[in-house]
């Protein structure tokens, strides 16, 4: 729209503009200015002086002239210009024109309407859409321009061009962005009068002025219109005889040839015949699978939930011609609709829908039906006018994210409410495209749900090995401690201390190794090794004798032989699992007054077609808990203190099995016993001493 008719119709409504702002401001365009002036020296206006400069040719015409030459002027300059314009004869179209908005402005001054040139530039411009339609398909609408315009007109528009001249005015009035209901004059000035009993004044008075400018033989029409605007019927008459000579005046003036302009015939507006229906529809079904299919190996191609979002919401604007999209993605505990960041706009971010409390948009996604709303409608909840808000627009296609029986989510473009008939004959190209949608992002949606459960996996499992660290690493530490309160008693008698610093450099190695397990250090496989168990078990005992960690009350014995004593194994993992056995028996023990354990070397015992070393464990202490038997080897609570606590045993029972052996465990009221099955070394030459037993089970 030019900027000299914005700021004119601004100015025009001040009360305290003067002649030398208005001159100012007209002056700045050189087209209209030499209009002005012509005007003022013709013969209609000429006093004998010539108006010698702008402002005196202003006050020579007037305000009335003024407003009317201006924004008639400025509507022809631009409208003028539209392609194929200049091959099709306008002249019945700007008669119309010009009659409705000097009509519009008789109206409105009696109807006391205070913006008078509002309603002039509204039925100026109420079949401006005609062009529009014109400009963009001169080939289907070249004969219908010139047809009758009539209610007859707008159904043959719709079903050629799926849009009526109405709409199409309305559209292009509304990108101008007035703060004003001149759009809404345009868009329901074929409505009928009934409907519009309680619209804006300007929308009826527009209506009117187009009865009277296009159908001034219609009596009952003009009837109705009169009582719309609440004017008598006398008066139609004395407006129409007034519109005809200020018609011809405004012609004139403006150098517009009108000569003739009533002898342009104007038929009834013509179809083409329909094409063969199912013809059609296979034609558009063909063009929607190609384009579905090119959609759905789009949306494969992209990585990442936010691309592939991203590259959703360009393409439905691409497709379906919406202005602006968002994505509301449902949440995990599937009650709400949430909106998708990095869309649109940064609030929908925050925004959300409950979808058990209803509302139109909840009501498609529970349905996975697409949904059709308008700005003003009655089943228009709070978050349908919020998003109406965000995205700028008069209409919302909301279209579910349908895979398979579930809803994702719900796609939401804005649209002009003129295209919402549209959008709803593309209905079944709207389910399709939403369903590649659904379909890819339920991909993305699963990616991202093994991705997050590979990465709790981990984590858990990290966390419970490092519960299992630093229950291990408590072992040599309080075997550190008593041994340095040993050393200290030594260093003060001035006696050698070379065994305890030697225990002491190996139980500080052992919690290096049990740290770097957690780093998952391993050590490099070299194949499998002897352990002397006899030895790792009385170096066992001799840690605990000397590290004062053992209480009076409580004995340690020990009862290995020399000749079965080699199993397949690391010696570090073996010491590792007597460690806890002795601990808890040690603590089992000073709990209950006292009593003795036995470290015991077996022998040899067959199970399953193998040779084992069989290791024991007892104490003669109350015996293990129920609970605790019900769930052996497994981390259960434990009545000692500590964050660790109740995780010893099924410690136990990990590093036998890594050993490749068997535990099994003996508890009573006389004590208890676990009792180890270790492979033995399957290089030993010797025969046993001791008697092979068989076994089935331990």
């Known amino acids: 729209m030019p900027q000299i008719l914005v700021k004119l119709l601004g100015h025009l409504q001040a009360d305290d503009l003067g002649m030398q702002e208005l001159a100012a401001l007209i002056a700045k365009d050189a087209g209209i200015t030499g209009k002005l002036l012509a005007v003022a020296n013709s013969s209609a206006y000429h006093r004998g002086n010539r108006a010698a400069n702008l402002e005196q040719a202003l006050v020579a015409l007037g305000t009335d002239m003024i407003k009317t030459l201006v924004i008639s002027d400025s509507v022809f300059q631009t409208f003028n210009n539209f392609p194929h314009s200049g091959s099709t004869d306008l002249r019945a179209f700007w ?206 191609r992209q990585e990442g939930e936010s691309a592939l979002l991203e590259s959703m919401t360009r393409t439905a604007r691409i497709l379906f011609d919406f202005d602006n999209t968002v994505i509301l993605l449902e949440n995990p505990t599937g009650q709400l609709l949430v909106g998708a960041p990095g869309i649109a706009t940064a609030r929908i971010a925050e925004f959300a829908i409950p979808l058990a409390k209803g509302g139109p948009i909840a009501a498609a996604a529970l349905a996975r039906r697409p949904a059709y709303l ?46 919402l008939a549209a959008c709803q004959k593309r209905e079944r190209f709207l389910q399709s495209f939403g369903t590649q949608a659904a379909t890819a992002l339920e991909s993305a949606l699963q990616e991202r749900q093994n991705a997050r459960r590979q990465v709790a996996s981990v984590a858990e499992e990290y966390r419970e090995a490092s519960r299992r660290v630093l229950h291990e690493v408590n072992n040599p530490l309080s075997i550190i401690k008593n041994y340095l309160s040993v050393l200290d008693s030594k260093l003060e008698r001035h006696e050698p201390v070379a065994g305890e610093m030697s225990v002491l450099n190996e139980e500080i190695d052992r919690v290096g190794q049990l740290i770097g397990t957690l780093a998952d250090i391993k050590p490099l496989e070299t194949g499998p090794r002897a352990t002397d168990a006899v030895k790792v078990a009385e170096d066992v005992v001799r840690l605990f004798r000397a590290g004062q960690f053992v209480p009076g009350s409580v004995q340690i014995s020990t009862a290995l032989h020399d000749d079965a004593r080699l199993v397949e194994g690391d010696a570090d993992t073996l010491k590792q699992i007597l460690v806890n056995l002795v601990k808890n028996a040690v603590e089992a023990l000073a709990g209950s007054g006292g009593g003795r354990i036995e470290i015991a070397n077996r022998g040899h015992v067959h199970r399953e077609r193998r040779l084992y070393l069989e290791l024991s464990v007892s104490d003669t202490g109350p015996g293990l808990a129920p609970e605790v038997m019900a769930n052996l080897f497994a981390p259960v609570k434990s009545t000692k203190d500590g964050a660790h606590r109740g995780i010893g045993l099924s410690i136990v029972h990990g590093l036998v099995k890594k050993l490749n052996g068997h535990i099994a465990c003996r508890s009573g009221r006389t004590g208890t016993a676990f009792e180890i099955l270790l492979p033995a070394w399957s290089g030993a030459s010797a025969a046993p001493a001791l008697p092979v037993r068989a076994l089935g089970s331990v």
């Not at 349908?384 to 008069?394: A, N, V």
């Open 95 to 300: 008669k119309n024109s010009l009659s409705a908005a000097v009509i519009a402005r008789d109206v409105a001054r009696r109807m006391d309407y205070p913006h008078l040139e509002e309603a002039y530039l509204a039925g100026l411009l109420h079949n401006v859409g005609r062009l529009a339609l014109l400009a963009t398909a001169p080939k289907e609408y070249g004969f219908n321009f010139t047809a009758r315009d009539d209610e007859d007109l707008c159904a043959v528009e719709q079903r050629t061009l799926q849009i009526t001249h109405a709409e199409a005015g309305a559209w292009l009035v509304e990108r101008w962005e007035l703060d004003s209901f001149l759009a809404d004059a345009v868009l329901y000035h074929h409505e009928s009068s009934e409907r519009l009993e309680s619209a804006h004044p300007l929308i009826r008075i527009v209506r009117l002025a187009h009865l009277m400018a296009g159908h001034p033989d219609d009596a009952a029409a003009l009837a109705e219109g009169a009582l719309l605007c609440g004017l008598a019927q006398d008066e139609i008459g004395e407006m129409l005889a007034a519109s005809t000579r200020q018609v011809d005046k405004a012609a004139v003036h403006l150098g517009i040839d009108l000569a003739g302009a009533d002898d342009i015939p104007a038929p009834p507006a013509y179809a083409a015949p329909l094409v063969d229906p199912v013809q059609q529809r296979l034609s558009e079904e063909v063009r929607n699978l190609v384009l579905v299919s090119e959609v759905g190996q789009a949306f494969a």
């Open 374 to 419: 308008q700005r003003g409608g009655d089943a228009l909840g709070l978050p349908e006018e919020q998003l109406l808000r965000m995205l700028g627009t008069e209409g919302l296609v909301c279209l579910p994210l349908v895979s398979g029986a579930r809803c994702l989510g719900v796609l939401v473009g804005g649209v002009a409410a003129w295209q």
